[in-house]
Nanobody
Framework: QVQLVESGGGLVQAGGSLRLSCAASGGFFSNYAMGWFRQAPGKEREFVAAINWSGDSTYYADSVKGRFTIARDNAKKTVYLQMNNLKPEDTAVYYC?????????????????WGQGTQVTVSS
């Protein structure tokens, strides 16, 4: 079993930055691809970014490409999401997720472990 705990959310003005962290315990973190998803009020949860087991391959949703960066530190069992140039439409609960496999995927059902989420609010 893998437990995931997100942190780093908060309130920020448009154009600002935040860095989310996701700390993992249990399981074999370095074997798992990791992803970030988000859910805005009244909307379905959507894919944001993913990183493979080693960190040398990443993939982003078009809406965040060039503004967000996903990274991981396997020694610390932590994955990060650096969010720059934030926009009001980035407001959502952000979830960290772990796959039981090393390669990147973008669909929710391909991730078996989820954190509780952290709120990001971007004011205009």
């Amino acid at each position: 079993q893998v437990q995931l705990v997100e942190s780093g959310g908060g309130l920020v003005q448009a154009g600002g930055s935040l860095r989310l962290s996701c700390a993992a315990s249990g399981g074999f973190f370095s074997n798992y691809a990791m992803g970030w998803f988000r859910q805005a009020p009244g909307k379905e949860r959507e894919f944001v970014a993913a990183i493979n087991w080693s960190g040398d391959s990443t993939y982003y949703a078009d809406s965040v490409k060039g503004r967000f960066t996903i990274a991981r530190d396997n020694a610390k069992k932590t994955v990060y999401l650096q969010m720059n140039n934030l926009k009001p439409e980035d407001t959502a609960v952000y979830y960290c997720a772990a796959r039981g496999a090393p390669t990147i995927r973008t669909r929710e059902y391909e991730y078996g472990y989820w954190g509780q989420g952290t709120q990001v609010t971007v004011s205009s």
